[in-house]
Nanobody, 125 residues
Framework: QLQLVESGGGLVQAGGSLRLSCAAS????????MGWFRQAPGKEREFVAA????????YYADPVKGRFTISRDNAKNTVYLQMNSLKPEDTAVYYC??????????????????WGQGTQVTVSS
């Protein structure tokens, strides 16, 4: 059974950077589409970014375009989310997700097959 474990969250000042990691085990990582969602207090879970199994195609939500970069290392079974120019509105729990195929409605969290436990990111103003 696929397990996803996020790390790298923390407290950072506005304008700063963080890199999140998600380590996968129990599955064929190189055949999985990977992604990140986030959920802020009192808000619905929202799509952040996704990456194809090869890393050749990426998808981003408009609020993070140009600031966040998703990448993967199939040799390490790990997907990353590099977050730059962080804003207080980026404060949320960030979740790693996986699927065998990119869901048609990939911005809907319920269409992804596997989820991690989440890592907290807090951006202070």
């Amino acid at each position: 059974q696929l397990q996803l474990v996020e790390s790298g969250g923390g407290l950072v000042q506005a304008g700063g950077s963080l890199r999140l990691s998600c380590a996968a085990s129990g599955g064929t990582f190189s055949r999985l589409v990977m992604g990140w969602f986030r959920q802020a207090p009192g808000k619905e879970r929202e799509f952040v970014a996704a990456i194809s199994w090869s890393g050749g195609t990426t998808y981003y939500a408009d609020p993070v375009k140009g600031r966040f970069t998703i990448s993967r290392d199939n040799a390490k079974n790990t997907v990353y989310l590099q977050m730059n120019s962080l804003k207080p509105e980026d404060t949320a729990v960030y979740y790693c997700v996986a699927a065998l195929l990119l869901p048609l409605n990939y911005s809907d969290y319920s269409t992804w097959g596997s989820w991690g436990q989440g890592t907290q990111v807090t951006v202070s103003s």
